[in-house]
């Protein structure tokens, strides 16, 4: 099975590059070990001293880039991101991209070099494609960092569809129209930065009520759902099968001042109960094939004229993912599309 198809995160990783928003694979048997249900308290995002990491980077023909993260995906390393480490960085050959992943320095050993060589060499054999005769995996020591909070260097307030999104220490002044949003990007996903967060923000920030009650399916750290309850929502229930979030989320809901109107769960959409319907907005920033497959579910959860914010789907799937939309009875009012990413977003008619 593909790492993807395992976890289906999309994330920022707690480890080296989680200044950068990534696509990630997390890898799901080093996370926090923590059971589904049993949600880490807020106090486990404290630190301790940073370790110093090895970065392990494989060079790969861009049609091969998740079955090179599934070699990767080996304990001890922390989890997989695609693409060059910054944009300063030389952009890799045509046809080519990195996969890379993160390993502490103190368990970084030959034992464990060699295995990653191993996994890589059986490739060629076991798919049959030559191109990947060859492969091999650069070790490249980072220097030492406090990789969870070295974002603050770079990290600055920005502006999103009426947002001002702001970190603790902000000085300035938003807009007088401006809803602050206090935000600092931890280990889940959410920073407002990537294209499917930034629609789904548009939309909440367009549709959502006082008095809405609000779903977000796979809410990362919470910054849709919250966003929903700075604008006046006055109940959300955000889900993420990635039990690492969802400290976040708290965290997020709290320093927002909206702890109490947003309640969270560890799990997929089948943490959902009989009574989680009626809602007026459902947001759902996931890939389409997860759209597509609960397209009919978050329907049914919704009131009829309620409104959806869905993104994460790429726009070369706009066609099946809008019509698995459809067939849920879901009706498009509008598509905006930021790089490679659509944002959807229109209403259950009231006559469904
Ligand atoms: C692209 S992120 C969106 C985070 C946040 N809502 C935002 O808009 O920035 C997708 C999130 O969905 C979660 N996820 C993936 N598959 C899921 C599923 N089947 N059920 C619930 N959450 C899921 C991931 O763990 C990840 O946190």
Redesign the pocket.
């Known amino acids: 099975m593909r790492i993807v198809d395992r976890?289906?995160?999309?994330?920022l990783a707690s480890g080296p590059g989680a200044e950068r928003e990534v696509l990630l694979a997390?890898i799901p048997s080093l996370r926090t070990g923590a059971a589904v249900g049993a949600v880490p308290t807020v106090a486990r995002l404290e630190r301790t001293a940073p370790p110093a990491w090895t970065e392990i980077r494989v060079l790969a023909p861009e049609g091969w880039l998740e079955l090179i993260a599934d070699v990767l995906a080996l304990s001890p390393c922390t989890s997989v991101a695609f693409g060059r480490p910054s944009l300063a960085s030389d952009a890799p050959p045509p046809g080519l991209d990195y996969v890379r992943t993160f390993v502490p320095e103190a368990r970084d050993n030959p034992e464990l070099r060699a295995e990653v060589q191993r996994r890589l060499a059986e490739l060629c054999e076991s798919t049959g494609a030559e191109e990947l005769r060859g492969l091999s995996a650069k070790f490249l020591p980072l220097p030492p960092e406090d990789y969870a909070n070295s974002w603050k260097k770079t990290w600055r307030p920005f502006r999103v569809a009426g947002f001002a999104i702001v970190h603790h220490d902000y000085a300035g002044r938003p807009r007088a129209t401006d809803q602050r949003l206090l935000l600092e990007p931890g280990g889940?996903?959410?920073?407002?930065r990537?294209p499917?967060?930034r629609g789904?923000?548009r939309v909440v920030r367009e549709r959502a009520r006082s008095g809405d009650r609000v779903l977000?399916?796979?809410?990362?750290?919470?910054?849709?759902?919250v966003a929903a309850a700075l604008c006046g929502a006055e109940a959300t229930l955000?889900?993420?099968?990635?039990s690492a979030?969802i400290p976040y989320a708290e965290t997020l809901a709290h320093d927002n001042g909206v702890a109490k109107r947003c309640v969270w769960r560890v799990?997929?959409?089948e943490c959902l109960e009989v009574a989680d319907t009626g809602f007026d907005g459902v947001?759902a920033?996931?890939?389409a094939d997860?759209i597509q497959s609960?397209a009919a579910e978050m329907a049914r959860r919704l009131r009829p004229g309620g409104w959806f914010a869905i993104?994460?789907c790429r726009s070369d799937l706009r066609v099946s993912t809008l019509a698995a939309l459809a067939a849920a009875g879901l009706q498009l009012q509008e598509c905006r599309t930021r790089g490679r990413w659509d944002t959807y977003a229109g209403i259950l008619p009231a006559d469904c």
């Open positions: 976890v289906r995160a999309l994330g997390r889940a996903f959410g920073t407002g990537h499917s967060t789904c923000l977000d399916a796979g809410c990362g750290n919470g910054i849709l759902a955000g889900f993420d099968i990635d979030a799990g997929g959409f947001c920033n996931l890939f997860l609960h993104s994460g």
